[in-house]
C-alpha cells in the first residue's frame, strides 16, 4: 500500500491509521496505539543504528541477554551459562521451546550467524569477536565461545540495550551481508510484525506471536524478564503534527504518544485521563561535536578554551525552562547514575564560569580568526536551540561565527564532509545521545578516539583508546570503574567533545494504561484497566 492511497483511506483529518471516536470497548481491549518520536527509516536493527528502529526490532527479535534496571546483563533467551578454561571458553544454553516466527526452531547455528553479522557493525560487538578465536554451535541448543584473552563482559555485548541491539534472527536471514539492508522481519520475539500494512511514512503494525514462550522466572525490566503480552495487536501511526497527536491523545483515538512536545506537557498533565512520566531514567544527554580534522579544533587548547565557557545551566534551559525536574547540569562524559558517572576532572564544566578568561584562552591557544562553521538543524528545535546557544557562545569568546542553519537530513549528510569549510566542510554542530549510550566505554561512540572509523568528527585519541581496551579486559567492577574514571580525566584533557547537559524528555498515555516498563517503549507487560 501506498502512503497516498493511506493517507486518502483515513476518516481523521491528518491522522493516519487511527480509528473513528466509536471505538468498540472489545477493540479496545485487543488493540494498542501508539505514536513514535518519528518513522522508522530502516527497519533492520543491524544496519540502522536509530532509535525507532531499535524499539521496532525489540518487538519482532529476541536477545540472548537483556538489561535489566540496574543495567546489569542477565539471561534472556539463554537458559544457562558455563565459563570454562580461565574465562577462555563460554558455553551458552538456549531456553527450550524458542520458536521463530515462520514456525522453525532457534538453533545454536542461527545465533552464532546472527551474532557474527551484528559484530561486524556494532563497536562492542566488534571488540568481543576481536577477542574471540571461535564461535561455533555445538549442537542445536549450545553456542560456544572460544577466547583468545578473557571477555567478562561477554553478556553485556550479546544483550545491550541501545543501538544497535544483538538480535538473533534465522541464519538464512543473518548470512545477509552487514551492510545490506534485511527487509524480511523474522524474529522469535513476542510480537509478528505485519509486512502488508506497513505504511512507509504513516503506519507499523504488529500482532501477538502466539508461539512466543516468555521466561518462565524473574520481573519484567527495561529489556528483561518475562515479556507477557497482553494485546493482539499493536499499531503505530506516524503523526508529525504535535497538535494533531495533542488531540488523538486527549480524545482516545490514541493510547500512547512517546515523545510529547515540552509545551504541551501542562496541558496534558491537566487532563485526567492522561498519565504524563519520565520514561527513561537516563534521559537525553547535549553533545557538542568538533570536527578534529581541520582548524580551528585540530587544536586541543582551543577545544578546551571552548568546555570552560560552556555553562550547560543555560544549554539545558534553552531548550527545556526552568524546571529542575526536567534537566541536570554538572554532566561528564558518563551518564549520571549509572554506574561509570564520576566526579573526575569534572571542574573543568563544574568550576566558576568566566568568558573573558576563555576568550584570552582562545587567544592564548593561537587561534587565527578562521572561519567557525556551526551546523544548525532549523527543524528540529531543541537541537536548533543548542545550536543558537553555541554560535552565540563562540562569538563571546572570539570566534568569527558562520552560522549555517539546514535541515537535520541535510545536516547529517553534512557532517560526513571532511573537506575544509570553504568546500562545504564544517567545524561544529550538535545532538543528543540518549543516557544508556553514554552509559558504558563500549558503547560510548562519542568518546572515542580511533580517527577515521570513529565517525564525524574524528578525532584521534590514542590514550582514551587504551583505556577503552583495558576497561574491556579488566576482570572486575572495582576496576572498571577506576579505569572509566580515568578514561573521563583522559576526555577533559583531549576533549573528543563536549557535554552541555541531561534533560528528560517525558511521555504520555492514556490513564487506563498500566505496566509501562522503564528505559523505552516496551510493548509487553503493558495492560489496559
Same mark, same amino acid.
Given at each position: ?5 493511506? @493517507? ?63 543495567? %546489569? ?33 532457534? @538453533? ?38 572460544? @577466547? ?9 555485548? *550479546? ?57 518462565? =522466572? ?35 483515538? /490514541? ?37 578534529? *580534522? ?6 586541543? &587548547?582551543?577545544?578546551?578554551?571552548? @568546555? ?10 534553552? /531548550? ?20 561509570? &558517572? ?21 587567544? &592564548? ?82 568518546? %572515542? ?16 583508546? &587504551? ?50 516498563? =522503564? ?11
Amino acid at each position: 500500500m501506498r502512503r497516498r492511497e493511506f @493517507l486518502k483511506g483515513s476518516a481523521a483529518l491528518g491522522v493516519a491509521a487511527i480509528a473513528a471516536p466509536a471505538v468498540i470497548a472489545a477493540e479496545r481491549q485487543r488493540v494498542l496505539k501508539f505514536v513514535p518520536q518519528t518513522d522508522v527509516a530502516g527497519l533492520d536493527p543491524v544496519w540502522t543504528p536509530t532509535y525507532p528502529a531499535r524499539d521496532h526490532s525489540l518487538m519482532v527479535f529476541d536477545t540472548l541477554f537483556a538489561q535489566d534496571d540496574s543495567y %546489569r546483563a542477565v539471561p534472556q533467551m539463554v537458559d544457562g551459562v558455563v565459563t570454562e578454561n580461565d574465562g577462555l571458553t563460554w558455553k551458552l544454553t538456549l531456553r527450550p521451546g524458542l520458536v521463530f516466527h515462520d514456525g522453525s526452531p532457534v @538453533l545454536a547455528r542461527d545465533c552464532v550467524a546472527s551474532i557474527q553479522r551484528w559484530a561486524k557493525r556494532d563497536s562492542f560487538g566488534g571488540a568481543l569477536m576481536a577477542a574471540t578465536n571461535e564461535l561455533s554451535a555445538a549442537d542445536d541448543k549450545t553456542i560456544v565461545f572460544s @577466547l583468545k584473552r578473557p571477555f567478562p563482559l561477554l553478556p553485556d555485548a *550479546l544483550g545491550k540495550s541501545y543501538p544497535r541491539i544483538c538480535p538473533m534472527m534465522p541464519e538464512r536471514l543473518a548470512k545477509t551481508d552487514a551492510f545490506t539492508q534485511i527487509t524480511e522481519m523474522v524474529g522469535s520475539g513476542p510480537f509478528k510484525f505485519v509486512a502488508n500494512e506497513r505504511v512507509a511514512g504513516a503506519r507499523l503494525v504488529y500482532e501477538r506471536f502466539d508461539g512466543y514462550v516468555p521466561r518462565p =522466572n524473574g520481573t519484567a525490566q527495561w529489556t528483561s524478564g518475562p515479556k507477557v503480552v497482553h494485546f493482539d495487536r499493536v499499531e503505530w501511526t506516524i503523526i508529525p503534527d504535535p497538535s494533531t497527536a495533542f488531540s488523538a491523545l486527549k480524545s482516545g483515538e /490514541i493510547d500512547w504518544w512517546w515523545t510529547p512536545d515540552a509545551d504541551l506537557l501542562p496541558a496534558l498533565r491537566g487532563d485526567k485521563s492522561v498519565n504524563v512520566r519520565v520514561a527513561d531514567p537516563t534521559g537525553q544527554i547535549g553533545t557538542l561535536r568538533f570536527n578534529h *580534522l581541520i582548524a580551528p579544533f585540530n587544536n586541543a &587548547a582551543l577545544r578546551r578554551a571552548v @568546555l570552560g565557557a560552556i555553562d550547560q545551566r543555560d544549554f539545558m534551559t534553552a /531548550i527545556v525552562g526552568d524546571d529542575k525536574t526536567l534537566w541536570h547540569d554538572g554532566v561528564g562524559y558518563f551518564c549520571p547514575g549509572t554506574p561509570y &558517572a564520576s566526579d573526575a576532572g569534572m571542574a573543568a564544566l563544574t568550576g566558576p564560569r568566566d568568558l573573558e578568561k576563555s576568550k584570552a584562552a582562545v587567544k &592564548a591557544a593561537g587561534y587565527n580568526g578562521e572561519k567557525v562553521v556551526v551546523l544548525a538543524p532549523a527543524d528540529i528545535p531543541n537541537l536548533k536551540a543548542l545550536a543558537d546557544m553555541t554560535a552565540d557562545m563562540l562569538t563571546k569568546i572570539g570566534f568569527n561565527v558562520d552560522y549555517q542553519a539546514m535541515g537535520w537530513g541535510a545536516l547529517v549528510q553534512r557532517r560526513f564532509k571532511e573537506d575544509p569549510v570553504e568546500q562545504g566542510g564544517w567545524n561544529i554542530f550538535s545532538t543528543f545521545w540518549s543516557g544508556m549510550d553514554q552509559s558504558t566505554p563500549a558503547g560510548h561512540a562519542f568518546i %572515542r578516539g580511533n580517527g577515521k572509523p570513529t565517525g564525524p568528527g574524528w578525532p584521534t585519541a590514542p590514550k582514551i583508546e &587504551a583505556l577503552r581496551d583495558a576497561w574491556l579486559a579488566a576482570s572486575d567492577e572495582a576496576t572498571r570503574k577506576k579505569i572509566a574514571a580515568d578514561m573521563q580525566l583522559q576526555a577533559f584533557e583531549d576533549v573528543p567533545y563536549a557535554p552541555l547537559g541531561q534533560y528528560f524528555f517525558a511521555t504520555a498515555h492514556r490513564a487506563d494504561l498500566t505496566g509501562m516498563l =522503564n528505559g523505552l517503549p516496551a510493548f509487553w507487560n503493558v495492560k489496559r484497566g
